[in-house]
């Protein structure tokens, strides 16, 4: 039988995974509390969950969650000289992936007055303990549905064609893609039919590793941008993606739409599509992002839309996959 530990959360994290991060704040970054570990935060007590949290609680309502199955999980008890308050917490570390199951909800009451003393380094610092109460649990509360990530890839090759098209846009990256996978082998958008002609354009399927990328990975940049979807919106932006696919013969690259692009006007084109015209037709089929016509949007559109979240950039060479999966994982923890 397994000692009970619970994680406290303004949002309802039923099934979702949390998976182990350092958390960056004042005391990591000034060596009060161990930063080398990567773990999710437990308690033994919904008590020790508020006064761990150190802030004004008054009124707020937290779901409460303890892991799924705890066979599969490495717990770690911790002392002091890890998390200063860990006493007065009972705080325990989670340092492998932990899905979370619902099993109650509560609100805060009032602070308890007497406060609760700990020390960091050569300071004492405060805490308490909260009058708390359960609140119902609806039905439809212990439903989470689960989000997925899509990929927007923004991208500079260097060559001719991307470099006047980065000098008229004055952008940073002249070319925009649409993954479904963290390895980037199964991008797609418009572009180049063959490598050395630029001015045959058509929907294409790219990888990092091959075609066009194979011959300039060593110079080539890119961004990587991550929306985070449920799984009816990822269906419908594959199933657009799939009509490309069955259709690819019909469609050409916009070069007029491209010119009129520049000058803010609408292609009236339907079987022709540019790079960030196309990404933003199969993200619209899912969920509207832009709420102007496709050919309208640049690549650099993404880069400051509010749902796009940067990854990760650098040279294409050094393209990581197990890094981008860990970061989205990140990402996505701080967002739920």
């Avoid at 995974?17 to 000034?30: A, D, E, G, S, W």
């Avoid at 799939?242 to 013969?249: A, G, I, L, P």
């Avoid at 992002?289 to 796009?308: E, I, N, T």
Wanted: net charge neutral.
């Amino acid at each position: 039988m397994h000692e009970k530990i619970f994680h406290l959360s303004e949002s309802n994290l039923n099934g979702q995974t949390l998976h182990p991060r350092i958390p960056v704040n004042y005391l990591t970054k000034n060596g009060y509390e161990e930063g080398r570990t990567g773990r999710s935060s437990f308690a033994p007590t919904i008590d020790g969950c508020l006064v761990g949290m150190a802030t004004n609680l008054s009124g707020k309502e937290f779901f409460v969650h303890e892991p799924e199955n705890y066979d599969a999980i490495e717990i770690r008890k911790i002392t002091n000289n890890e998390v200063p308050d860990a006493s007065l917490t009972g705080e325990v570390w989670v340092t492998t992936p932990v899905k979370l199951k619902v099993v109650g909800k509560i609100k805060v009451g009032e602070a308890i007055d007497k406060p609760l003393q700990y020390k960091y380094g050569n300071h004492v610092a405060e805490t308490y303990k909260w009058e708390w109460a359960h609140v119902p649990l609806t039905e439809s509360s212990n439903h989470v549905e689960e989000l997925y990530p899509v990929y927007v890839v923004l991208s500079h090759s260097g060559t001719v064609l991307s470099n006047a098209i980065k000098a008229v846009t004055k952008n940073p990256y002249s070319h925009s893609s649409i993954s479904f996978d963290t390895g980037l082998e199964n991008m797609y958008s418009f572009g180049r039919k063959y490598k050395n002609n630029p001015l045959i354009g058509v929907f294409v399927k790219e990888s990092r590793n091959a075609g066009l990328y194979e011959d300039v990975a060593d110079t080539a940049t890119y961004s990587l941008y991550v929306t985070f979807v449920t799984k009816e919106e990822k269906e419908l932006m594959e199933q657009k993606l799939q009509y490309f696919k069955d259709n690819k013969e019909n469609f050409k690259y916009d070069f007029t739409g491209l010119f009129l692009h520049q000058f803010g006007k609408i292609s009236e084109r339907d079987d022709a599509y540019f790079c960030s015209g196309f990404v933003t037709t199969v993200l619209n089929s899912g969920r509207e992002y832009f709420d102007r016509h496709y050919s309208l949007v640049k690549p650099y559109d993404f880069a400051k839309h509010k749902d796009f979240h940067l990854v990760t950039r650098g040279l294409l060479k050094n393209y990581d996959p197990k890094k981008v999966e860990s970061l989205t994982h990140q990402i996505r923890y701080k967002l739920v």
